[in-house]
């Protein structure tokens, strides 16, 4: 599977952006999705988690409340509504699919990267 992450821009803190990632493929939906970000001069870290099915989902504390993960697998795409952003929230975002059935936190458990979209937030 190949993944083209979009939807990225420029708000005001408490503003909203949707961000998406479409996928090609035909097994777009065995896969477990994950949304991760990485801000400058830090670390990638883990945001958000789906699992094949909408049920199963996991967020990071950080953004727990704000923000939204979705998936769509006729559409093969998997979305994340982000809401009432920070200015903490600034960074490049990634969407990943998970290969292994490791900690769905850790980006080792991902094989497959899109390309990343930058958010950045005003205060």
């Known amino acids: 599977v190949q993944l083209q992450a979009s939807g990225g821009g420029s708000v005001q803190a408490g503003g909203s952006l949707r961000l998406s990632c479409v996928a090609s493929?035909?097994?777009?939906?065995?896969?477990?999705m994950g949304w991760f970000r990485q801000a400058p001069e830090k670390e990638r870290e883990f945001v958000a988690f789906?699992?094949?099915?909408?049920?199963?989902?996991a967020y990071a504390d950080s953004v727990k409340g704000r923000f939204t993960i979705s998936r769509d697998n006729a559409k093969k795409t998997v979305t994340l509504q982000m809401d009432n952003l920070k200015p903490e929230d600034t960074a490049v975002y990634y969407c990943?699919?998970?290969?292994?059935?490791?900690?769905?936190?850790?980006?080792?458990?991902?094989?497959?990267w899109g390309q990343g979209t930058q958010v950045t937030v005003s205060s």
């Open positions: 990943a699919a998970m290969y292994s059935s490791g900690a769905l936190r850790s980006q080792t458990s991902y094989g497959t």
């Open positions: 493929g035909r097994t777009f939906g065995s896969y477990p």
């Open positions: 789906i699992g094949t099915t909408s049920g199963d989902t």
